[in-house]
């Protein structure tokens, strides 16, 4: 069922671009990055609507005084959270909904490109069982190069003057961007729980996401960079995104002094 759903139309679809793009995959990984994320916009603009509502209500001073009256009566003070979501017809899982349908989205596309990549004999065998009938045979096994780089493999970029060392300068790009792309979409937290929630996430997911592209084929850590490029575009050109949240200390620093 998952093969037939999400990771054959991902495997094919990316070989087809690739066909077209005249054999060029770091390109057709970019274009399918992009097709994907437009086909997705939606869910991600109602992610962030509902994300800005829960955080116009948890800033009201009607939640805070609520917070404040019952902050030693846990269940209590959930009982009139939830009134208040009622109230104000809020769902407070609607902006987690459109993240839960694009997760197996974002995972079959991890997948079609690793499959994509197959380089030994078994990973080229398992990859012909995914392909459909009128998919070109003789496209695979791909041409991995791109830029300085080999798809199938972890980057590194070697320096003429570092010959011994090489700079793993995608993994870089992944954390900066997701760092980014985390604190622009996240709300300022209401609560201590929150609050520490919050900052585990912005730390944990750049630092996970920056070890996958260091550590898996390169193919996979332009996927993320392109990703989160192209979320901090879509933010922006909403309106969506929380600039005061990448600033934050810089101007708190300023008042400070």
């Not at 929150?194 to 070890?211: A, E, N, R």
Request: hydrophobic share 45%; proline share 6%.
């Amino acid at each position: 069922m998952w093969d037939t759903i999400i990771l054959d139309p991902m495997i094919n679809s990316l070989l087809l671009i690739y066909d077209f793009l005249g054999n060029n995959f770091g390109i057709a990984i970019i274009v399918f990055t992009t097709i994907i994320r437009l086909i997705t916009f939606p869910l991600t603009a109602q992610q962030l609507r509902s994300t800005q509502k829960m955080q116009e209500l948890q800033g009201s001073k009607k939640w805070k005084d609520i917070e404040k009256k019952h902050k030693d009566d846990k269940q209590k003070l959930q009982e009139e959270q939830m009134k208040i979501y009622q109230e104000m017809g809020i769902n407070p899982l609607s902006g987690c909904l459109p993240m839960l349908i694009q997760f197996p989205i974002i995972i079959g596309l991890y997948q079609g490109i690793i499959r994509a990549l197959a380089a030994t004999p078994m990973q080229l065998l398992d990859l012909a069982k995914h392909l459909y009938d009128f998919v070109p045979r003789s496209l695979v096994p791909l041409n991995s190069d791109f830029l300085w780089m080999d798809l199938s493999a972890p980057e590194r970029l070697f320096l003429p003057f570092l010959p011994d060392f090489g700079i793993p300068v995608l993994a870089v790009f992944v954390v900066i961007t997701t760092y980014l792309s985390t604190k622009m979409t996240t709300p300022p937290a209401t609560g201590g729980q929150s609050q520490q929630m919050t900052q585990v996430m912005g730390l944990y997911m750049p630092l996970l996401l920056g070890y996958l592209a260091y550590s898996y084929a390169s193919g996979l850590a332009l996927y993320f960079v392109v990703s989160n490029l192209l979320q901090i575009v879509q933010n922006l050109a909403m309106g969506r995104a929380n600039l005061s949240n990448i600033f934050k200390r810089k101007q708190s620093a300023g008042s400070d002094s």
